[in-house]
């Protein structure tokens, strides 16, 4: 019991100089030596308004807006590339292992309060943004490409230029199954559920339940729905 209360005297002490700072980064280094590792950190992002940026997620990025306890775990990436714009992310957001978050030319990311991102996701904002609303659940490996990459026969892949139809919008409450890829020009309405592995390629209304490749709605939700085991 000693040496709990002294594990949780030490982390709290050094939580409040946590930041995105240099001394803020050595502080949460200190913090998080006496955590458990991954998920069982979250509760470290409540001790300080600045919330907790690990010091193995990588932050490059110049115009980066966070709100109060934003949780960022180990191996996430914060980039921005040429032209890129601003990424906000809103207060109580959990960003879990491994996602990356890049921003370039025309593109910018917005991801509302208490949102949470599992392990793995990827948001490609080039050439259109990426609006991600609140209390928004998203499932690992899921990714998000508001462009398209030309393909015509006269020219190198690499040499052809990126184009967008236009932004990608998930609305609050919105819940998004493993695996899912969803496309530019598309909204994802509020309090939809997209099934794992689906590519959503246009609108899905608010409140339905969408699944396949390309994602078509099979049913809306209602009062009485449970969850369909391994549906999501």
């Known amino acids: 019991m000693l040496a709990q209360r002294l594990s949780s005297a030490w982390t709290q002490f050094w939580m409040r100089y946590a930041g995105l700072g240099m001394s803020g980064r050595i502080a949460t280094y200190l913090a998080a030596a006496a955590s ?3 998920k069982d950190r979250r509760h470290l992002a409540f001790m300080n308004k600045k919330g907790y940026i690990s010091p193995r997620a990588s932050i490059l990025h110049d115009n980066l807006k966070l709100g109060n306890h934003v949780f960022i775990s180990d191996g996430v990436i914060v980039y921005k590339g040429q032209g890129g714009g601003l990424v906000d992310i809103g207060s109580g957001v959990a960003i879990h292992n491994g996602v990356i978050i890049e ?8 991801i509302g309060g208490d949102t949470h991102i599992q392990p793995r996701c990827q948001f490609s904002a080039y050439k259109g943004s990426i609006m991600i609303g609140s209390n928004v659940q998203i499932a690992p490996n899921c990714g998000f ?3 398209n990459h030309g393909f015509a026969s006269d020219a190198l ?5 990126l184009k ?3 932004d990608i919008v998930v609305a609050d409450d919105a819940w ?5 890829i969803v496309l530019d020009n598309v909204r994802i309405g509020k309090g939809a559920v997209i099934g794992a592995g689906s590519v ?7 409140g339905a339940i969408a699944v396949g490749s390309p994602a078509r709605v099979v049913r809306m939700r209602s ?6 085991e391994g549906a999501i």
């Open 176 to 180: 998004l199954g493993f695996g899912v």
């Open 36 to 38: 458990p590792p991954y």
């Open 145 to 147: 490409y508001p462009y």
């Open 103 to 110: 921003v370039g030319a025309g593109g910018s990311l917005m």
């Open 164 to 166: 967008s139809r236009g």
């Open 223 to 228: 009062k009485t729905d449970c969850i369909a």
């Open 200 to 206: 959503v390629v246009t609108d899905i209304p608010d």
């Open 157 to 161: 892949i690499k040499e052809q230029p």
